[in-house]
């Protein structure tokens, strides 16, 4: 089977000396009349690949010269330390076989415009920058999977299609269900909860959607998010896992995603300043902090981008803001039982200007006050009844807290939108392809 | 903090002969007058309490009296094998302290109707059956990632808002995204074929959904796929992927849900008895199988649940049924060089009855004879360009699959109604809780 026989090019470190075939695709040929660079793909990277006339036959030779860019090809060839190689190899070709010849190629070496490139998405993830970028977010979430694997969070998925919303209604996408109303999931929170009471430690990680019809860099209209609820957890509990969380992620990607982030020309420097534990300020501290810098905001507002810019130059590491004001956050969050003007919720906002990533707290247990608060932000009682159970049958303090996939991603990778970090995005105006 | 001093149930064994702290909730209590036997669990796992009276505080005995199923508690006691136990250990409990008393449980430990506990399937999933289910499908997603992390396949997320349908529109949810018309996912595959392409072997997890109004044990209108897609696959690489991945999930769940089976009484033994290589039969033998047996069937129909489960009767492995007739199968089959009245398509049945849990095949990578297919199928060609693009630019041989987790999870811990697979279920007339 012609699986079995070939290499991937991340690992042509292990073959270095032998002679190997790789499959994959051109991604670029440069000729010097004596001599075929032949810049290859696989998926896994890229290698240079070097044939020369008058060490080959005329006939690997000939069908050098009919490769069009994203032709599949098989080669043969030595493997070579070439540290001026992209990826540090190169490959002596021996041996060319034509899989087959593409048409012109829409996406050529130069630049192209945004929309001209998201018409062509099932292309353009094929360029080696955008997929280093989705090698890293494969990466990012192998890792969240397996930090949480080693604490005994139990993966629990969260069902997306939902009969109650979250919080409103307004930013929901609706569907028919047999008849029925019902909304695409924002969020597995409130399904968490009643997980974390069955299995203790959970975890989900899936898609979730928001109807918003705004067009900013950070936003998706579908998006992925790792959530997170432990029952016995407190507010201090919920911010160290996350903590540790983020640092594992962080350190994954430094780890193993090394020559991706060579391609993407990311500054490492700022990924390796990042130490534990990291730096935490109170809302009221953020705002003091804000309005020092001659930023106007009022207590009791809620953060824009440019404010948690503001917060976030301060720190080198991801900051949490905590202890925000009741009047900004959603029902279940639990009150500080010290001062309950705030409640036990914290945003931690990545370094760089790359905002919230992860949004978490203590949850309400009490029941009279849940009842009380579900009533207060006029919500249907009878599509929480079963939320409130939770509360009624062995309550518990519990937290959690969910991390946004894309953001991470885009701060990780060091990229501008939001677009860039997932296969296939849903924005705005584009479902297609 | 809490959560930092206490044990799981789950690693109770090495804490044998040690104090220990337990966090959980209490499933059943039993009194001799003398002695209380207190049923704890805690997310993973359960165990029996044993609190003497004589050897305890007044206070202590008359908390225990208190105690209602399901409120939540924290225990301190000493660690004791004990094989009569559930789970093979016990504690003498030395101290107790009631966290919260739960009102009188809806779900008392007799039987209860289906429609009763999917009302309440927020709690139903603390009964120990339930989370022992739960707990063997994230066993099962888990093992499934480490297989495909470890063969180098990359995670790429399919979408699941989606502008055109895999397989005609009848069975799919529509949804309005802002005035455009769009459905959820059926099936990630022909994004998955585009991020092959770009990342050479890929595999995606995720949900996916049919609007089928069917009410059968094996459906649901939401449920979990794990797909992969390899460029360079042929249909026997693709195979022996399949079965590597099945076999290694099944021992997986052996060697680590072996209480969770006990818990299900699961007959392991028919576990145990899957071996490698799977058996294969072609779809026409099958069909001759099934005449021999008596059972009616024309060759070009497909198989209904008895069949599958005629068929797979004669196995004790997982049986691979391939080169089904070109009618019956999608149009991105690659039909059989040697018979193109067949493709090179096959479907995992499992043993004892649970049917198909993996389809599978190898992709048609000729650009004609593509076009021609989604003309016979009378496919809008619009919709699918940029699929067709996949073999304009590069196209290789390249083969994929989608394993179904709910029926999976239904086959290994051997229960009747695919209901019980996931923690919130869809069903044609229930999205709540």
Redo the contacts between chains.
């Keep these: ?4 026989e ?1 290499v ?1 090019i ?2 042509l470190y292990r073959h270095v000396g032998e002679e190997v075939t790789l ?4 991604y670029n040929l440069r000729s010097s009349g004596k001599i075929f660079f032949l810049i290859i793909r ?3 990277g890229i290698v240079q690949g070097v044939l020369v006339k008058k060490e080959t036959s005329t006939e690997t030779w000939e069908k050098a010269k009919q490769l069009t860019q ?3 090809l098989r080669v043969r060839g030595v493997v070579r330390e070439e540290p001026r190689s992209p990826g540090g190899f190169e490959i002596q070709l021996t041996d060319l076989e034509i ?2 010849i ?2 012109p ?1 829409p996406i050529s070496l130069k630049e192209h415009g945004v929309d001209f490139l998201a018409e ?1 998405r ?2 353009w ?2 360029t080696p920058r ?2 280093a970028i ?2 890293i ?2 990466g990012i ?2 890792a969240s ?1 397996v930090f949480f ?1 080693e604490r ?1 969070f ?10 109650a919303a979250c919080e409103g209604t307004t930013t929901l ?6 008849g ?1 109303k ?1 909304f ?1 999931s924002q969020s597995g929170q409130l ?1 968490n909860e ?9 975890y989900c990680f ?2 979730t ?1 928001r ?1 918003e ?1 705004s067009k900013t860099r950070r936003h998706l ?2 998006f ?1 998010m790792l959530e997170a609820e ?5 507010f ?2 919920n911010m160290r896992l996350q903590e540790d969380l983020v640092y594992h992620i962080v350190s994954h990607v430094l780890q193993h995603h090394r020559a991706d982030l060579d391609i993407l020309k990311r500054d490492i420097g700022r990924l390796e300043a990042i130490k534990l534990p990291f730096p935490r300020i109170s809302y009221t501290d953020a705002v003091e902090l804000l309005n020092s810098k001659g930023i106007e905001f009022k207590w009791g507002d809620d953060f824009g981008a440019p404010d948690e810019t503001a917060i976030s130059d301060h720190f080198d590491s991801p900051v949490f803001v905590h202890h925000f004001p009741v009047g900004i956050k959603a029902f279940y969050f639990k009150p500080d039982p010290d001062n309950p003007e705030v409640v036990l919720g914290a945003d931690l906002l990545a370094p760089e200007g790359y905002g919230e990533i992860i949004g978490g707290g203590q949850r309400l ?1 009490d029941l009279k006050l849940l009842e009380q608060r579900i009533e207060e932000h006029g919500l249907p009682q009878e599509a929480f009844e ?2 409130v ?2 509360r ?6 519990h937290s959690g807290f969910g991390l946004g996939i894309e953001r991470t991603v885009s701060w990780l990778c060091g990229i501008e939108h939001i677009r860039e970090t ?3 995005p ?1 924005t ?2 584009r ?3």
Excluded: C
């Design positions: 089977m012609i699986a079995v070939t991937s991340k690992n499959q994959g695709w051109l696989d998926g896994s994203e032709s599949s899989i087959g593409a048409e190629y062509r099932h292309l993830i094929r955008q997929s989705l090698r977010r494969a979430e192998h999977r694997h005994d139990i993966l629990a998925d969260a069902p997306i299609i939902t009969p996408f609706e569907i028919d269900y047999h029925e019902a695409l399904y009643a997980n974390a009471m069955a299995l203790g430690r959970m899936g898609p959607f109807a019809k209209m579908e992925w432990a029952a016995f957890f407190d201090e509990d247990d079963w939320y159970d939770l009624r049958y062995g309550t518990v303090p997932i296969p296939f849903r705005l105006y479902i297609y392809p």
